[in-house]
C-alpha cells in the first residue's frame, strides 16, 4: 500500500521558491546590469537604477533565504538535513550514488528508490550550495564598494584584494551561467522522477508530500 | 591678536601672508586659489585654510629626495606641470628638493654627494618620494643607479626619511613593470621596504594635486593624511570614479556609448559598454582633474582604464571590454557567450536523454499499482 509521508518541511519548500524567485530574477537584472541592451531614449529615464535596486533587494532576499535553509539543515527532518547532502559520507550513500548514475547511464533498470533527495541530486545540491556561497560573497564585494568604509566592504575586502574585483565579477558573471545550467537539469530530472517514480516528485515541493511503498524501499 | 585668530578660525588668510607671497610673485587670487584648492581636495572644512596658509608659510620645508627606478618619468612630468603653485615656486620656495635625477642640476658625484648629505644631516626628517618600481629578481641587477641596485637605494633612504610617499601605480603596485611574466621581479615600495612608512599614490601618472595635498598636510599637520587598507590616501581614493562621475547620470538612466564616435557617444552617454573600470576604480579624477582641472580621460570621451588600482595591466584589461577574457579559451570568448554555451549544451543534452527515458520501457516503479482511467 502507498503511504502519504510528509517529507519537505515548509522551511524547506518556502526557501525553495524564495531562491527559485530571485534566482530568476537576478540572473535577468544581473543580466542586464552586465550587459545592458535596452533602448533608452530619455535621460530623465532610471532603467539601470531600477535593475540595480531590483538586483541589491533579491540579493538580500536570496541570502537570508540560502542562510535560512542552511540553519534549518541542523533543525529539520532527516531529508533537510545536512546529512543527506553528503551521500559519499556513507557506504549505503555510495551505492544510491552508483546505482542512481548507472540509472541515469542506462546501464541498471530502475533508480534505487529513496524517500529524499536521490544521491546524485544531494550531489548535486551540495555543489550548489558551494556556488550560491561564493555567488553571495562576491555579490556583495561587488555591491560593497560604493562605500569603502562600509560594513560589506570590510566583511568582503579579504576577497577583493585576494582575487581582484574584475575576477569577482567575472566569477559572478560564470556562477550565474553554472546555476541556469544546474536549474535546467534541476527541473528535467524532477519530471523524470515523476514519471518514472510516481512518487509525486514535483507536487511534494509545493505540499511537501510523497507517496512511498515501504515494501520497495 | 584677537581678532587675527577669529579670522584665521574662519577660514581668512592672514594679510602678511598674502603680501610676503605677492612680493616673491604670487598673486594674493593664485595663493588663495593654492590653499583653496588644498584645503577641497583634502576634504577639510574651509575654516582649516588660514592653517594650511600658515603651515605652507613657515619655515619648514621639508627636505626631500625624490628617486626614480623603473619608472616612465610620466610622473615627474606631472609634477612638473602642476600649476598651484607652479612647478618652479614649489621646487624653489615651498619645498627644499636635494635629489631629483631629472631635474637636479648636479650631476655624477656630486649629486649622490649631495643625496648622501641630506641623508646623514636629516635623518629621520626628510620626506623620501620613489617614482617607479623596485626590480627584485637577481639581487636588484635590473636597476642601478651609480653602481647600486635600486633595492638597495631604496631600503637605505626609505629607511631613513620620515615618511616615503610612492607615487604613481608602479611605486605603489609595480605597475606596468610588474605586470605578467614580470620579467625583473617588479615590486612595489612598500614590498621592497617592508618596515618604512609609505603612503602610495598610484595612478598612471599620479595626479600632482594629489602629492601637493599629501605634502600640505604632512606641513600642517605633521603627519601624512589616513590611509586606506592599500596605503592610499582616503582624501584621493576613498570613493569610486563611478560614484562621482559627470556621466553617471547616464548610467542610471541606461544610456551607453555602444562605439566610439557612435550617436550616444556624440551626445556624452555612459562609457560602461566600452570597457569603462570607472565602476572598478577608487580614485579622484571626476573631482579634481588633470592639467590645471581641464579634463580627464571619461571627460573628454574615453573609458577609466583603472590605472590606479593594483595589477591594472594585468586585471584591467582588456581594457575595451567589461569582463576580463576567460583563461583558456579564445580572445573573442566572453563570459556570457561561454555561460550560454554551457546553458544550451546543458538543455541540448538533458533533452536527448529525457527523449531516451520517455522512450524506456520496463524502469517504472508502481508499475503494478497504477490503474487506467476511462
Known amino acids: 500500500m502507498l503511504q502519504i509521508r510528509y517529507v519537505w518541511e515548509w522551511p524547506v519548500r518556502l526557501t525553495h521558491w524564495f531562491n527559485v524567485i530571485s534566482i530568476i530574477v537576478l540572473s535577468v537584472t544581473g543580466y542586464y546590469i552586465g550587459n545592458p541592451s535596452l533602448s533608452v531614449p530619455q535621460t530623465e529615464s532610471f532603467v539601470m537604477g531600477w535593475m540595480r535596486v531590483v538586483h541589491y533587494g533579491f540579493a538580500y532576499l536570496f541570502t537570508v533565504s540560502v542562510i535560512v535553509r542552511v540553519l534549518w539543515m541542523f533543525c529539520g527532518n532527516k531529508h533537510a538535513s545536512w546529512r543527506a547532502f553528503l551521500p559519499w559520507a556513507s557506504r549505503e550513500g555510495w551505492g544510491h550514488i552508483i546505482g542512481t548514475f548507472t540509472y541515469y547511464t542506462f546501464l541498471r533498470k530502475k533508480p534505487p528508490y529513496v524517500v529524499g533527495h536521490n544521491a546524485l541530486a544531494a550531489m548535486a545540491y551540495s555543489l550548489v550550495f558551494v556556488l550560491f556561497a561564493v555567488q553571495v560573497v562576491s555579490g556583495f564585494a561587488l555591491y560593497g564598494q560604493y562605500d569603502p568604509n562600509g560594513l560589506w566592504a570590510s566583511l568582503t575586502a579579504p576577497f577583493l584584494s585576494v582575487f581582484g574585483n574584475q575576477a569577482l565579477r567575472l566569477t559572478h558573471h560564470m556562477i550565474m551561467w553554472l546555476v541556469i545550467g544546474f536549474a535546467i537539469h534541476h527541473v528535467y530530472s524532477a519530471w523524470l522522477m515523476d514519471v518514472k517514480e510516481k512518487n509525486g516528485t514535483l507536487s511534494s515541493i509545493f505540499g511537501g508530500y510523497k507517496f512511498i511503498d515501504p515494501k520497495d524501499l | 591678536m584677537a581678532h587675527e585668530e577669529k579670522q584665521m578660525q574662519d577660514g581668512v588668510i592672514p594679510e602678511e601672508i598674502l603680501q610676503r607671497w605677492e612680493t616673491r610673485g604670487v598673486s594674493r587670487r593664485d595663493f588663495m586659489k593654492f590653499c583653496s584648492v588644498m584645503t577641497a581636495t583634502l576634504a577639510l572644512p574651509v575654516t582649516m585654510m588660514g592653517k594650511i596658509a600658515e603651515a605652507v608659510e613657515g619655515d619648514n620645508r621639508p627636505p626631500v629626495i625624490w628617486m626614480e627606478f623603473q619608472g616612465c618619468t610620466g610622473d615627474s612630468e606631472a609634477f612638473l606641470r602642476a600649476n598651484q603653485p607652479t612647478a618652479t615656486e614649489l621646487i624653489l620656495d615651498y619645498l627644499s628638493i636635494d635629489y631629483h635625477e631629472t631635474i637636479m642640476a648636479a650631476a655624477g658625484h656630486q649629486a649622490e654627494a649631495a643625496k648622501r648629505q641630506t641623508m646623514e644631516k636629516y635623518k629621520g626628517k626628510y620626506i623620501a618620494i620613489v617614482e617607479g618600481a623596485i626590480p627584485a629578481a637577481e639581487d636588484g641587477v635590473y636597476c642601478t643607479v651609480a653602481g647600486n641596485s635600486a633595492l638597495n637605494i631604496a631600503r637605505e633612504v626609505c629607511g631613513n626619511a620620515a615618511a ?125 582633474r588633470y592639467n590645471e582641472g581641464t579634463s580627464w580621460p571619461v571627460q573628454s570621451g574615453h573609458g577609466c582604464i583603472g590605472c590606479s588600482e593594483p595589477q591594472f595591466w594585468d586585471t584591467m584589461s582588456p581594457f575595451y571590454k567589461r569582463l576580463p577574457n576567460v583563461p583558456g579559451f579564445g580572445v573573442e570568448a566572453t563570459a556570457d557567450k561561454i555561460g550560454l554555451g554551457i546553458a544550451a549544451a546543458t538543455a541540448v543534452a538533458f533533452g536527448a536523454h529525457g527523449v531516451a527515458s520517455a522512450l524506456r520501457k520496463g524502469d517504472d516503479m508502481e508499475s503494478d499499482q497504477v490503474s487506467k482511467e476511462d
Request: charged content about 15%; some cysteine; aromatic content about 8%.
Open chain 2, 164 to 288: 616615503t610617499i610612492a607615487v604613481g601605480s608602479c611605486a605603489s603596485f609595480g605597475g606596468v613593470p610588474a605586470a605578467a611574466p614580470n620579467p625583473t621581479g617588479a615590486i612595489s615600495v612598500s614590498e621592497a621596504v617592508p618596515g618604512a612608512t609609505v603612503m602610495n599614490l598610484p595612478g598612471c601618472p599620479l595626479n600632482a594635486t594629489n602629492l601637493t595635498a599629501a605634502i600640505v598636510h604632512f606641513l600642517t599637520f605633521g603627519r601624512l593624511p589616513a590611509t586606506d587598507s592599500l596605503g592610499r590616501p582616503k582624501f584621493a581614493y576613498g570613493k569610486r570614479i563611478h560614484d562621482n562621475c559627470e556621466r553617471r547620470a547616464h548610467f542610471d538612466a541606461g544610456q551607453y556609448a555602444e562605439a566610439f564616435g557612435d550617436a550616444g557617444h556624440r551626445q556624452g552617454w555612459c562609457l560602461y559598454k566600452l570597457g569603462c573600470k570607472g565602476p572598478e576604480t577608487f580614485h579622484n579624477c571626476p573631482t579634481v
